[in-house]
């Protein structure tokens, strides 16, 4: 990679983070249980996938 590109990995919001955090909003309306998803990142999203 390049440096610009690991910049922005390292710097910036993962997909699965973005993702968690949506589904979490969408679902719960509260910007406290989104941020908590959104850490848990790719965990969240499956457990959503499997239990919903």
Do not use: P
């Given at each position: 990679?390049?440096?610009?590109?690991e910049?922005?990995?390292k710097?910036?919001?993962?997909?699965?983070?973005?993702?968690?955090?949506?589904?979490?909003?969408?679902?719960?309306?509260?910007?406290?249980?989104?941020?908590v998803?959104?850490?848990?990142?790719?965990?969240?999203?499956?457990?959503?996938?499997?239990?919903?």
């Amino acid at each position: 990679m390049n440096s610009k590109t690991e910049r922005v990995v390292k710097t910036g919001i993962t997909f699965g983070s973005c993702l968690a955090m949506v589904i979490s909003y969408t679902n719960w309306h509260s910007i406290f249980w989104a941020i908590v998803h959104g850490l848990f990142s790719w965990v969240y999203v499956i457990y959503f996938i499997i239990f919903h």
